[in-house]
């Protein structure tokens, strides 16, 4: 699981994180946490939603507050022992693994550490799981726009894209409850789960 974070304005969401972690523990897979080792971009207060004044606080720390298990820095991660990988939402994804997403004018670029992850498996053709705005990263490196959040009816509804060999669920860009959210990446986690038995 790639993190980026710990908060859902400047972090990974940590619900979205834990359902993913609870779905693959649940599903007998082994949950290894990923994130790089650097500042995050800002820090956010979460109470209102606005940048607050703050000293600088480094991605891979935060990371941990959300699992009991240890959180691996990329890219020094052995990426080729894992099978599959999941990126939960959270504004993380786009400020603190990619350059220029929340700064006008900037160019938007996926930062060299993030990018090396999300390719390997794109590029090894290995299950990638997407929650909510996880999809910021994955879609920027496979050239792809943004789409707008959409309201959901089916919570277990996914968004397959076979030949890319991804599995996507909107989390909370399309629900409001956490148990709605909990039933799409179930689903999400159940199909992963599904091929990588079949690679």
């Not at 691996?72 to 099978?83: A, M, N, R, S, V």
């Not at 786009?94 to 350059?99: D, F, G, P």
């Not at 996880?134 to 496979?142: A, E, K, Q, S, T």
């Amino acid at each position: 699981m790639l993190l980026s974070g710990c908060g859902r304005f400047d972090g990974t969401d940590v619900q979205e994180a834990v359902l993913c972690g609870l779905a693959l523990d649940r599903s007998g897979a082994r949950v290894v946490a990923l994130s790089p080792r650097r500042p995050q971009l800002h820090v956010v207060d979460h109470t209102v939603g606005d940048e607050m004044e703050a000293e600088p606080r480094d991605i891979h720390l935060e990371s941990a507050r959300i699992f009991h298990d240890k959180i691996h820095p990329i890219p020094e991660f052995p990426l080729e022992t894992l099978q599959a990988i999941v990126v939960p939402g959270g504004f993380g994804g786009a400020k603190n693994l990619m350059s220029g997403f929340a700064r006008l004018g900037e160019r938007r670029e996926a930062h060299a550490d993030a990018a090396e992850v999300v390719r390997h498996f794109l590029d090894a053709h290995k299950p990638v799981g997407v929650v909510g705005m996880g999809d910021i990263l994955v879609r920027h490196l496979m050239g792809e726009t943004l789409e707008d959040p959409r309201p959901e009816r089916d919570p277990a509804a996914l968004e397959v894209n076979r030949e890319k060999r991804i599995i996507a669920t909107p989390g909370f860009k399309s629900f409001r409850r956490v148990s709605e959210v909990a039933v799409g990446i179930d689903a999400m986690v159940q199909e992963l789960i599904r091929w990588v038995g079949m690679s």
